[in-house]
């Protein structure tokens, strides 16, 4: 299961988000129970006035010996990105960044446009970007030639959990970008849609809400983490292509036989 990116070997394919857990403590437990080596945070949301947030937040998320992946989540301009981007490298001190420029408020969509120029600036000023995109297969060409290191395209709008909407679009990424590392964020619902989405061969899994939100938050980690491994797994061992038609899996001869 070991794989790479951004120069970093990781065990798990799993990245969590750290917003909205019931208490710090329940937060820390999932992420444990989850496996994952990777968690965002979103500076302006985990920094916010009567949030939790501040230092102590970003210490206790240091305790955990995962790699930190901040987010830009709630910019919508690249300039409030880019400016938020170099916030996150002065306090983590990674240069790891989750980029998200927000077009439209209802949606929350990205603005693609905004979107490229923000990367473009920030893997100029040495950043490894992680672009929140739509699963548009030329927005996210532009993005690899502005310099991100990896996409990740949503498979619904955030926090929807409708699971993978548009699958063929999803599959069209992979088979065109064989080679970058494509990471499904947003609008995952349940261990299902994880599954579903590592066995259309994306290299990971980014989710907040269907863990955060859920009644037992532990479990659900824990749930995600194995729904992800097995859809790796059947991935690679290769599932069986649909038919039309029944095909019977014994074999009849025509003769009737008996084993002895």
Same mark, same amino acid.
């Given at each position: 299961?070991? /794989?790479?990116?951004?120069?970093?070997?990781?065990?798990?394919?799993?990245?969590?988000?750290?917003?909205?857990?019931?208490?710090?403590?329940?937060?820390?437990?999932?992420?444990?129970?989850?496996?994952?080596?990777?968690?965002?945070?979103?500076?302006?949301?985990?920094? @916010?006035?009567?949030?939790?947030?501040?230092?102590?937040?970003?210490?206790?998320?240091?305790?955990?010996?995962?790699?930190?992946?901040?987010?830009?989540?709630?910019?919508?301009?690249?300039?409030?990105?880019?400016?938020?981007?170099?916030? @996150?490298?002065?306090?983590?001190?990674?240069? /790891?960044?989750?980029?998200?420029?927000?077009?439209?408020?209802?949606?929350?969509?990205?603005?693609?446009?905004?979107?490229?120029?923000?990367?473009?600036?920030?893997?100029?000023?040495?950043?490894?970007?992680?672009?929140?995109?739509?699963?548009?297969?030329?927005?996210?060409?532009?993005?690899?030639?502005?310099?991100?290191?990896?996409?990740?395209? /949503?498979?619904?709008?955030?926090?929807?959990?409708?699971?993978?909407?548009?699958?063929?679009?999803?599959?069209? +990424?992979?088979?065109? +970008?064989?080679?970058?590392?494509?990471?499904?964020?947003?609008?995952?619902?349940?261990?299902?849609?994880?599954?579903?989405?590592?066995?259309?061969?994306?290299?990971?899994?980014?989710?907040?809400?269907?863990?955060?939100?859920?009644?037992?938050?532990?479990?659900?980690?824990?749930?995600?983490?194995? @729904?992800?491994?097995?859809?790796?797994? @059947?991935?690679?061992?290769?599932?069986?292509?649909?038919?039309?038609?029944?095909?019977?899996?014994?074999?009849?001869?025509?003769?009737?036989?008996?084993?002895?």
């Amino acid at each position: 299961m070991s /794989w790479q990116i951004a120069d970093v070997e990781l065990d798990s394919r799993f990245f969590l988000g750290t917003a909205a857990y019931p208490s710090p403590q329940v937060m820390l437990d999932a992420v444990r129970a989850s496996g994952a080596q990777v968690v965002t945070v979103g500076l302006k949301r985990q920094a @916010a006035a009567g949030a939790g947030g501040g230092q102590p937040f970003f210490s206790m998320l240091q305790e955990l010996g995962c790699h930190l992946l901040p987010n830009t989540a709630g910019c919508s301009t690249a300039a409030e990105a880019v400016a938020l981007a170099h916030m @996150a490298r002065e306090l983590f001190g990674t240069s /790891w960044i989750k980029l998200e420029v927000i077009g439209d408020e209802h949606t929350l969509q990205p603005d693609v446009f905004e979107l490229v120029s923000a990367a473009a600036t920030l893997a100029h000023d040495g950043f490894q970007v992680f672009p929140y995109c739509t699963d548009d297969l030329i927005v996210c060409r532009r993005l690899l030639d502005a310099g991100c290191v990896a996409l990740m395209p /949503w498979a619904a709008p955030i926090g929807s959990g409708q699971g993978l909407i548009n699958p063929s679009a999803l599959r069209t +990424l992979r088979e065109c +970008l064989p080679d970058t590392p494509l990471i499904v964020d947003a609008g995952i619902g349940s261990p299902m849609d994880a599954t579903q989405a590592m066995e259309l061969g994306f290299d990971a899994v980014l989710l907040n809400s269907a863990v955060s939100r859920a009644l037992d938050p532990v479990r659900m980690a824990a749930a995600f983490k194995w @729904a992800i491994q097995a859809g790796r797994l @059947a991935r690679e061992a290769g599932i069986m292509a649909e038919q039309d038609m029944a095909v019977a899996t014994t074999p009849v001869s025509g003769r009737p036989f008996v084993l002895g």
